[in-house]
Protein backbone atom coordinates (compact mmCIF):
# COMPACT_ATOMS: atom_id res chain seq x y z
CA UNK A 1 0.00 0.00 0.00
CA UNK A 2 1.11 3.55 -0.89
CA UNK A 3 2.35 5.45 2.13
CA UNK A 4 -0.40 7.92 0.98
CA UNK A 5 -3.09 6.12 0.76
CA UNK A 6 -3.10 5.23 5.21
CA UNK A 7 -5.73 6.73 7.08
CA UNK A 8 -3.79 9.65 8.87
CA UNK A 9 -2.75 8.38 12.42
CA UNK A 10 -3.93 10.47 15.71
CA UNK A 11 -0.51 11.76 16.16
CA UNK A 12 -0.88 12.96 12.67
CA UNK A 13 -4.07 14.32 13.24
CA UNK A 14 -2.95 16.37 16.35
CA UNK A 15 0.10 17.64 14.24
CA UNK A 16 -1.96 19.45 11.65
CA UNK A 17 -4.69 20.50 14.04
CA UNK A 18 -2.02 22.18 16.03
CA UNK A 19 -0.21 23.39 12.79
CA UNK A 20 -3.09 25.35 11.06
CA UNK A 21 -3.38 27.67 14.34
CA UNK A 22 -0.04 29.12 14.24
CA UNK A 23 1.03 32.21 12.50
CA UNK A 24 3.78 33.05 10.28
CA UNK A 25 6.11 35.05 12.72
CA UNK A 26 5.97 33.51 16.37
CA UNK A 27 8.02 31.94 18.01
CA UNK A 28 7.59 28.40 19.80
CA UNK A 29 9.18 26.33 22.62
CA UNK A 30 9.60 22.47 22.36
CA UNK A 31 10.78 20.21 24.70
CA UNK A 32 12.59 16.95 24.78
CA UNK A 33 10.63 14.29 23.79
CA UNK A 34 7.81 16.16 21.57
CA UNK A 35 7.02 14.03 17.73
CA UNK A 36 3.85 15.65 17.53
CA UNK A 37 5.21 19.25 18.40
CA UNK A 38 8.19 18.90 16.17
CA UNK A 39 5.73 17.80 13.52
CA UNK A 40 3.46 20.58 14.21
CA UNK A 41 5.84 23.61 13.72
CA UNK A 42 7.68 21.69 10.76
CA UNK A 43 3.89 21.45 8.86
CA UNK A 44 3.38 24.98 9.81
CA UNK A 45 6.98 26.03 8.27
CA UNK A 46 6.14 24.15 5.08
CA UNK A 47 2.36 25.65 4.82
CA UNK A 48 1.56 29.49 6.00
CA UNK A 49 3.88 30.27 8.57
CA UNK A 50 7.90 30.02 6.96
CA UNK A 51 9.13 32.27 9.20
CA UNK A 52 8.35 31.03 12.46
CA UNK A 53 10.55 30.50 15.10
CA UNK A 54 10.92 26.95 17.00
CA UNK A 55 13.35 26.80 20.19
CA UNK A 56 14.48 23.67 21.19
CA UNK A 57 13.59 24.03 25.17
CA UNK A 58 17.05 21.40 26.41
CA UNK A 59 18.96 22.50 23.55
CA UNK A 60 18.77 26.43 22.44
CA UNK A 61 18.50 25.49 18.78
CA UNK A 62 16.55 27.70 16.68
CA UNK A 63 14.97 25.94 13.77
CA UNK A 64 17.26 22.71 13.08
CA UNK A 65 16.25 21.58 9.28
CA UNK A 66 15.21 17.60 8.92
CA UNK A 67 13.01 15.56 7.01
CA UNK A 68 12.53 13.43 10.16
CA UNK A 69 11.56 13.66 13.85
CA UNK A 70 14.47 13.86 16.23
CA UNK A 71 14.40 14.89 19.93
CA UNK A 72 14.72 18.35 20.49
CA UNK A 73 18.10 17.62 22.44
CA UNK A 74 19.94 15.75 20.30
CA UNK A 75 23.19 17.15 19.55
CA UNK A 76 22.41 16.05 15.42
CA UNK A 77 20.39 19.29 15.52
CA UNK A 78 23.23 21.52 15.89
CA UNK A 79 24.74 21.45 12.06
CA UNK A 80 21.12 23.23 10.27
CA UNK A 81 20.22 25.23 13.09
CA UNK A 82 19.89 28.61 12.20
CA UNK A 83 21.50 29.73 15.65
CA UNK A 84 21.91 28.31 18.96
CA UNK A 85 21.60 30.22 22.48
CA UNK A 86 23.36 28.75 25.30
CA UNK A 87 21.75 27.91 28.69
CA UNK A 88 22.03 30.92 30.77
CA UNK A 89 20.25 32.99 27.77
CA UNK A 90 17.45 30.53 27.14
CA UNK A 91 16.86 30.23 31.50
CA UNK A 92 16.22 34.33 30.98
CA UNK A 93 13.75 33.46 27.97
CA UNK A 94 11.98 30.50 29.54
CA UNK A 95 12.08 31.83 33.35
CA UNK A 96 11.61 35.52 33.17
CA UNK A 97 10.41 37.19 30.11
CA UNK A 98 7.02 37.69 29.76
CA UNK A 99 5.34 36.74 26.33
CA UNK A 100 8.29 36.34 25.20
CA UNK A 101 7.36 33.27 23.72
CA UNK A 102 4.09 32.96 21.40
CA UNK A 103 3.35 29.95 22.79
CA UNK A 104 4.33 26.55 24.11
CA UNK A 105 2.75 22.97 23.09
CA UNK A 106 2.15 20.72 25.91
CA UNK A 107 1.25 17.00 26.73
CA UNK A 108 -0.39 16.03 30.25
CA UNK A 109 -1.44 13.31 32.37
CA UNK A 110 -4.71 15.54 33.46
CA UNK A 111 -6.64 18.64 32.67
CA UNK A 112 -8.87 20.14 34.16
CA UNK A 113 -12.19 22.41 33.56
CA UNK A 114 -10.06 25.71 33.13
CA UNK A 115 -7.34 24.20 31.54
CA UNK A 116 -4.86 24.13 34.53
CA UNK A 117 -2.45 20.69 33.49
CA UNK A 118 -0.61 18.13 35.56
CA UNK A 119 2.57 16.68 33.90
CA UNK A 120 3.78 15.07 38.16
CA UNK A 121 1.82 12.34 40.08
CA UNK A 122 -2.01 10.81 39.86
CA UNK A 123 -3.07 9.96 42.69
CA UNK A 124 -1.95 10.84 46.86
CA UNK A 125 1.52 13.14 46.14
CA UNK A 126 2.89 10.58 48.93
CA UNK A 127 1.67 7.19 47.16
CA UNK A 128 1.28 8.15 43.71
CA UNK A 129 -0.55 5.91 41.34
CA UNK A 130 1.73 7.43 38.47
CA UNK A 131 4.31 9.38 37.92
CA UNK A 132 5.14 12.10 34.92
CA UNK A 133 8.05 13.30 33.53
CA UNK A 134 7.78 16.18 36.71
CA UNK A 135 7.64 19.87 35.39
CA UNK A 136 10.69 20.88 34.23
CA UNK A 137 9.48 24.32 32.68
CA UNK A 138 6.47 23.81 32.42
CA UNK A 139 5.47 26.20 34.85
CA UNK A 140 7.22 28.99 33.59
CA UNK A 141 6.00 28.52 30.50
CA UNK A 142 2.33 28.41 30.99
CA UNK A 143 2.74 31.05 33.11
CA UNK A 144 4.49 33.40 31.06
CA UNK A 145 4.25 32.40 27.26
CA UNK A 146 1.21 34.32 25.37
CA UNK A 147 -0.51 31.30 25.09
CA UNK A 148 -0.23 27.07 25.10
CA UNK A 149 -2.29 24.25 23.46
CA UNK A 150 -2.51 21.23 25.67
CA UNK A 151 -2.95 17.72 23.88
CA UNK A 152 -3.52 14.05 25.10
CA UNK A 153 -3.72 11.18 23.30
CA UNK A 154 -5.89 9.54 25.45
CA UNK A 155 -9.76 11.08 26.14
CA UNK A 156 -11.38 9.83 29.21
CA UNK A 157 -12.41 10.55 33.63
CA UNK A 158 -8.83 9.91 34.19
CA UNK A 159 -7.75 12.28 31.85
CA UNK A 160 -9.97 15.46 31.78
CA UNK A 161 -11.22 15.56 35.42
CA UNK A 162 -12.60 18.65 37.64
CA UNK A 163 -9.71 18.96 39.36
CA UNK A 164 -5.92 18.00 38.53
CA UNK A 165 -4.05 16.06 41.38
CA UNK A 166 -1.06 18.19 40.70
CA UNK A 167 -1.52 21.55 39.64
CA UNK A 168 2.24 22.30 37.76
CA UNK A 169 1.17 24.60 34.63
CA UNK A 170 -1.40 27.28 35.12
CA UNK A 171 -4.25 27.81 32.92
CA UNK A 172 -7.28 30.03 33.91
CA UNK A 173 -6.57 28.86 37.40
CA UNK A 174 -10.26 29.02 38.80
CA UNK A 175 -11.95 30.71 35.72
CA UNK A 176 -13.26 34.15 35.20
CA UNK A 177 -9.96 36.26 35.78
CA UNK A 178 -8.82 35.06 38.65
CA UNK A 179 -5.58 34.17 36.41
CA UNK A 180 -5.13 37.52 36.51
CA UNK A 181 -6.28 38.32 40.00
CA UNK A 182 -3.28 35.65 41.41
CA UNK A 183 -0.41 37.96 39.45
CA UNK A 184 -0.05 35.74 36.08
CA UNK A 185 0.25 37.81 32.95
CA UNK A 186 -3.01 37.20 30.68
CA UNK A 187 -2.55 34.16 28.64
CA UNK A 188 -3.35 30.76 29.64
CA UNK A 189 -4.12 27.84 27.28
CA UNK A 190 -5.86 28.73 24.11
CA UNK A 191 -7.03 24.85 23.12
CA UNK A 192 -6.82 21.63 24.47
CA UNK A 193 -6.96 18.88 21.87
CA UNK A 194 -8.00 14.99 22.30
CA UNK A 195 -8.82 11.82 20.03
CA UNK A 196 -12.80 12.73 20.55
CA UNK A 197 -12.56 16.91 19.46
CA UNK A 198 -10.79 19.64 19.67
CA UNK A 199 -11.89 22.09 23.02
CA UNK A 200 -11.25 25.87 24.07
CA UNK A 201 -12.55 28.55 26.49
CA UNK A 202 -15.86 30.20 27.07
CA UNK A 203 -14.19 33.65 26.84
CA UNK A 204 -16.27 34.26 30.35
CA UNK A 205 -16.19 31.76 32.48
CA UNK A 206 -12.98 30.38 31.23
CA UNK A 207 -14.16 26.80 31.45
CA UNK A 208 -13.64 24.33 28.67
CA UNK A 209 -16.05 24.58 25.43
CA UNK A 210 -16.17 22.21 22.74
CA UNK A 211 -15.56 23.91 19.92
CA UNK A 212 -15.57 20.83 17.28
CA UNK A 213 -16.07 17.06 17.48
CA UNK A 214 -14.12 14.47 15.26
CA UNK A 215 -15.53 12.50 12.38
CA UNK A 216 -17.70 9.19 13.84
CA UNK A 217 -17.50 10.77 17.54
CA UNK A 218 -20.70 11.86 19.40
CA UNK A 219 -21.37 14.52 21.74
CA UNK A 220 -22.29 11.76 24.22
CA UNK A 221 -19.43 10.17 23.80
CA UNK A 222 -17.04 13.38 25.21
CA UNK A 223 -19.40 14.07 27.26
CA UNK A 224 -19.36 10.42 28.94
CA UNK A 225 -15.55 10.54 29.15
CA UNK A 226 -15.28 13.52 30.85
CA UNK A 227 -15.55 13.74 34.69
CA UNK A 228 -16.78 17.32 34.53
CA UNK A 229 -19.16 19.35 32.65
CA UNK A 230 -18.76 20.63 29.19
CA UNK A 231 -19.84 23.79 27.58
CA UNK A 232 -21.52 23.17 24.38
CA UNK A 233 -22.81 26.74 22.57
CA UNK A 234 -25.11 24.77 19.62
CA UNK A 235 -24.11 22.42 17.62
CA UNK A 236 -20.70 21.79 17.34
CA UNK A 237 -19.09 21.66 13.76
CA UNK A 238 -17.32 18.01 12.91
CA UNK A 239 -13.38 18.82 13.29
CA UNK A 240 -12.07 19.05 9.54
CA UNK A 241 -9.57 16.70 9.48
CA UNK A 242 -5.92 16.31 7.70
CA UNK A 243 -6.05 17.28 3.99
CA UNK A 244 -3.73 15.31 1.28
CA UNK A 245 -1.78 17.87 0.97
CA UNK A 246 -0.98 18.60 4.26
CA UNK A 247 -0.46 15.02 4.70
CA UNK A 248 1.91 15.48 1.90
CA UNK A 249 3.97 17.35 3.55
CA UNK A 250 4.60 15.40 6.62
CA UNK A 251 4.89 12.20 5.18
CA UNK A 252 7.00 13.07 2.45
CA UNK A 253 9.12 16.54 4.06
CA UNK A 254 8.55 16.53 7.30
CA UNK A 255 8.20 12.59 8.81
CA UNK A 256 10.13 10.46 6.45
CA UNK A 257 10.23 7.73 8.99
CA UNK A 258 6.70 7.36 9.66
CA UNK A 259 7.23 8.19 13.52
CA UNK A 260 3.83 9.48 13.90
CA UNK A 261 2.19 6.58 12.02
CA UNK A 262 4.17 4.33 13.71
CA UNK A 263 3.92 5.52 17.54
CA UNK A 264 0.70 7.44 17.59
CA UNK A 265 -2.21 5.45 16.26
Keep these: MDEMDAAPSLGEKLAVLLARDMTDGEKAIIGTNSDIQLAACNLARNMQAPRLWWISGPGGMVNPTRDHLLSTADYENLESAEAWMDLPNMIDLIDWQIHFFDFAILSAL ?156
Design 110 to 265: QVDRFGNINTVVVGDQHKPRVRGPGTVGISALCGLAKRFYVFVTRHDRSAFVPRVDFLCGAGHMEGGNSREQMGLPPGGPKLVLSPLGVFDFEPRSKAMRVRSVHPGVTLEQIHEATAFDLIVDGTPPVTDMPTVEELRILRQVVDRRGDLLRKFQ
